[in-house]
């Protein structure tokens, strides 16, 4: 085996990654996310409510800021998480 033949083998090697010694808190898998957005223009309260998508909040907000004239607005994304405790 040639020395440039053996160092091609070794680049393709990835070491195994560590093992996790603490807690983790990660999404919970098969659950969705909620996206939310709401007008923070003056004293508006209006919002999109939850959506599946940050386009469907997206979308609300530039036809409420189209309609009204806001500009401001807060976005929010939820998800559900599981933790998990390595020993």
């Known amino acids: ?8 083998r070794q680049v393709g090697r ?3 990654s560590p093992i996790p010694t603490g807690p983790r808190l990660q ?5 969705a996310w909620a996206f939310d957005v709401r007008c923070i223009t003056g004293d508006c ?6 959506m599946e998508s940050a386009s469907g909040t997206d979308g609300w907000a ?3 800021g189209a309609t009204t004239g806001h ?5 929010t ?3 559900l998480a599981s933790l998990t405790l390595h020993k």
């Not at 999404?27 to 659950?31: E, R």
């Not at 309260?45 to 939850?50: E, K, N, R, T, V």
């Not at 500009?71 to 976005?75: H, K, N, P, V």
């Open 62 to 64: 530039v036809r409420h």
């Open 45 to 50: 309260s209006a919002a999109s409510g939850p």
């Open 14 to 16: 990835t070491r195994p």
């Open 77 to 79: 994304v939820t998800d």
């Open 27 to 31: 999404h919970l898998d098969g659950s």
């Open 71 to 75: 500009g401001a607005f807060q976005r």
């Open 1 to 8: 085996m040639t020395r440039r033949t053996r160092r091609a």
